[in-house]
């Protein structure tokens, strides 16, 4: 049995769905407190269901992190991966409103709820894992504001690194990994994207969130989960 997190406290952001609920599974059984918090109750109660005795907060990250911090008395690790793609527009498609949702979604939401969860990480000497994302580092067809706020999250990851210490900051950047109902020309195109021919799999990120969490020697430092996406020709 997996037991590098026995009696460790984790907190997963958006951890009802897709890559945040596979993370939450995975330090559950490596014996962690799992707390997620994600803003649709019913899916809240559906992975509770999947996953087994797991804390439940429903809370929306970009206004409710004094709600969601009032349950957390502890803290070991910090996932922040709550985010998503509202649109898919290209640049001269985006408005100055869609720039500001997309970053309140991956960018602010991540720097607020770190910012509560600091003080609990000081005194476990703990970690925080930002999922990003191989267009954060290597932009691509996504829309320019998700690039650019993904990019902005490994920024923040890496001046974190050397503010926080010891409280460690390491960064999880998937590539195209299938969450939802992608068409099969959607997850061809997305898997021609990478040197392994194939869009990965959420417990694959999952395995590399643990490792950042769990690596001593490690901080400040981006992961790449993509199938070698971000190295492509």
Known sequence: MDSRFLGKSVLVTGGSRGIGKAVAKAFYHAGAR???????PKSLVAAAKEIGEIICISADVRRDV??????????DVLVNNAGGMEHHGRFEETGPAAWRSTFELNFFSAVEVTRAALPLLRKSKGAIVNI??????????????YCAA??????????????????????VCPGPVVTGPWSEKDVREAAGRTLLGRTGRVVEVADAVLYAAHAAWMTGTTLGVDGGAARSP
Do not use: H
């Not at 920024?155 to 409280?167: D, K, M």
């Open 66 to 75: 004094k709600k969601l911090f009032s349950r957390v008395d502890r803290l």
């Open 34 to 40: 799992v707390l997620i918090c994600a803003r649709d």
């Open 132 to 145: 990003a994302s191989d267009v954060g580092r290597r932009p691509f067809r996504m829309g320019p504001d």
């Open 150 to 171: 993904k990019a902005a999250l490994i920024s923040l990851t890496r001046y974190l690194a050397a503010e926080a210490a010891p409280v460690r900051v390491n960064a």
